[in-house]
C-alpha cells in the first residue's frame, strides 16, 4: 500500500517543496483564469426577470441539474472499487465545466455572434452551460478509471470550446433540429471521449481488467442513477423548448415543451421495456448493464425531434429501436469493437449515448419528411431539413473524433506521468482517497 500511496501522490503532482500538488496547482490555475474572465466579462441579464420567470427557468436548471450530478454521478458508480471517483469527480468536473461553459458558450452565442462586448448571464445559459456539462460527464464514462484527475481536467476543459463551436455550427449555422441534443450532447460527448480513450488508455485497462467489474452493491448504486435520469429525462428534453431565443416565435413555445415532455415519456417507456426484453432475449437471463444503460436510450434517441408534433405511437417506437439497439451494443458491439481496435469503453457510451444519439438525428431528419405540415413552424431549413439533419451528425462526428483526439494527444503530452501506472492500478478508489486505504490496511476487529 505505501508503493501506491506513493505512486498516487506521484501522480498527483506531490507534496515536494518546489513541486506542489499538480491537481490542486492546476486547478488553482483554472480557477484563477475563469474568475478573471467572469470579472472582465460578465453582467446578469439587464432583461426584467419575472418571478415567474425565474422559477420556471430555475425548476427546469434543478431538473437538469439533478441529471448532472445526482443521476450521472450514480450511474458510474457501478465498478466496485471506484464509486468514489465516480461521483467524486462527476460533481468536481460537472463544476467546472459549468462555470468554464458560461464564458464560452456565451461569448460565442454573444459575443461572436451578435456582437455584444459583454456575456450578460441569465437561466437559459446556465441551464445551456448545464448540458455542455453532461456531454463532458459522458466523456467521462468512455474513460473511466483510466486516467488520473489531473488528465481528466485538463480534458473537460478542453472539451467546452469544441462544445461550444459545434453547437453553433450546427444549431445555428447548420439550423440542425437537436432541442434534446441527440447530437450536440449525446454523440458529441461520446466520439470525443471515445477518441480520447484510444489514445489515453493504456494496455491491459479493457474488460478484462480484474477490477473492472460491478458488485452487488456498486450495480444498485448504480441503479439510483438511472432511476433519476429516467424520471428527469423529459426535463433534459425540453428545458429550453420554450426559450424565446430558442425557437421561432410562431412555432408556439408552450406546445412545442409540451411535446417535448409528452414524446419523451413515451420513448423511455418503450425503451425501458424493449430493454428488458431484449436482454433476456440475448442473455438468457436480465443483465443489470442493460437495464442500467439500455432504458435510458429512448431519452437519447428522441432528443432531436422531441419537440416535433406526431405520432405517439412512432414516440414509443423510437424508444423500442434504441432500447434494443443499445442492448445489442452492449451485448455484441463492445466486446468486438474492444478485440479488433481496441477501442476500452468503460461505461459503454457508445451504446447508450453515441448510437441514440445518431439515431435521434436520424429520426429528425424521417419526422421533417412525414409529418411536414405539422412542424413547419420549427424547420428553418423547410422540405430541406432532413439533409441539414445528416450534415449536422456528419459536423458532430468530426469535431467530436477529430478534437478528442487532438485533446487527448497535449493530455498525453504534459501529463506524462500517468502513463507509468501499471494496470493493477487502475478503477481503483484507493490511488486517490485516503480514506479507502485506511480501510482497507486496519486491522480486522476480530
Not at 449536422?392 to 507509468?420: Q, R, S
Amino acid at each position: 500500500m505505501a508503493s501506491e500511496h506513493g505512486l498516487a501522490s506521484s501522480l498527483l503532482g506531490g507534496n515536494r517543496p518546489r513541486s506542489r500538488n499538480l491537481f490542486a496547482t492546476s486547478t488553482s490555475a483554472i480557477l484563477a483564469v475563469l474568475l478573471v474572465l467572469l470579472a472582465v466579462f460578465t453582467k446578469y441579464t439587464e432583461k426584467h426577470q419575472s418571478d415567474d420567470d425565474v422559477q420556471r427557468f430555475y425548476t427546469w436548471y434543478l431538473h437538469v441539474a439533478i441529471m448532472i450530478f445526482v443521476g450521472f454521478g450514480f450511474l458510474m458508480t457501478f465498478l466496485r472499487h471506484y464509486s468514489y471517483s465516480a461521483l467524486g469527480f462527476n460533481f468536481f468536473c460537472s463544476c467546472i465545466v459549468i462555470l468554464e461553459a458560461l464564458l464560452v458558450i456565451g461569448a460565442v452565442q454573444q459575443m461572436w455572434v451578435k456582437g455584444h462586448k459583454k456575456i450578460w448571464l441569465d437561466l437559459p445559459l446556465m441551464i445551456d452551460s448545464a448540458f455542455c456539462a453532461g456531454a463532458a460527464m459522458i466523456t467521462f464514462g468512455a474513460i473511466l478509471g483510466k486516467i488520473s484527475p489531473t488528465q481528466l481536467t485538463y480534458l473537460l476543459v478542453l472539451e467546452v470550446p469544441l462544445y461550444a463551436i459545434n453547437q453553433h455550427l450546427v444549431v445555428d449555422k447548420l439550423n440542425t433540429l437537436d432541442v434534446g441534443g441527440s447530437i450536440t450532447i449525446h454523440a458529441f460527448g461520446a466520439y470525443y471521449g471515445l477518441a480520447a480513450s484510444m489514445v489515453l488508455s493504456i494496455s491491459g485497462s479493457g474488460a478484462d481488467h480484474h477490477k473492472n467489474e460491478a458488485s452487488y452493491t456498486s450495480d444498485m448504486t448504480a441503479m439510483i442513477g438511472t432511476i433519476f435520469l429516467w424520471l428527469f429525462w423529459p426535463s433534459f428534453n425540453g428545458a429550453l423548448a420554450s426559450d424565446p431565443a430558442a425557437i421561432m416565435p410562431e412555432a408556439g413555445g408552450g406546445q412545442r415543451q409540451f411535446f417535448c415532455v409528452m414524446n419523451t415519456i413515451l420513448a423511455l417507456l418503450g425503451a425501458a421495456i424493449a430493454a428488458f426484453a431484449s436482454s433476456a432475449a440475448f442473455n438468457g437471463k436480465f443483465n443489470m448493464v442493460h437495464i442500467q444503460n439500455a432504458t435510458l436510450a429512448g431519452g437519447v434517441a428522441i432528443g432531436s425531434a422531441a419537440n416535433l408534433s406526431f405520432s405517439p405511437a412512432g414516440a414509443v417506437a423510437v424508444g423500442v429501436i434504441a432500447g434494443i439497439l443499445s442492448t445489442m451494443g452492449f451485448r455484441h458491439l463492445t466486446p468486438m469493437l474492444e478485440s479488433r481496435i481496441g477501442l476500452r469503453d468503460t461505461c459503454g457510451v457508445h451504446n447508450l449515448h453515441g448510437m441514440p444519439g445518431l439515431l435521434g438525428g436520424l429520426t429528425a431528419a424521417l419526422v421533417s419528411v412525414t409529418s411536414y405540415g405539422g412542424n413547419k413552424g420549427v424547420m428553418p431549413a423547410g422540405h430541406h431539413q432532413a439533409v441539414y439533419q445528416i450534415f449536422g451528425i456528419l459536423v458532430t462526428l468530426g469535431m467530436a473524433i477529430g478534437g478528442g483526439l487532438l485533446a487527448a494527444t497535449a493530455v498525453k503530452t504534459v501529463t506524462p506521468a500517468v502513463h507509468k501506472l501499471q494496470a493493477e492500478h487502475l478503477f481503483d478508489d484507493s490511488m486517490w482517497w485516503d480514506e479507502i486505504e485506511e480501510e482497507e490496511t486496519a486491522p480486522s476487529a476480530l
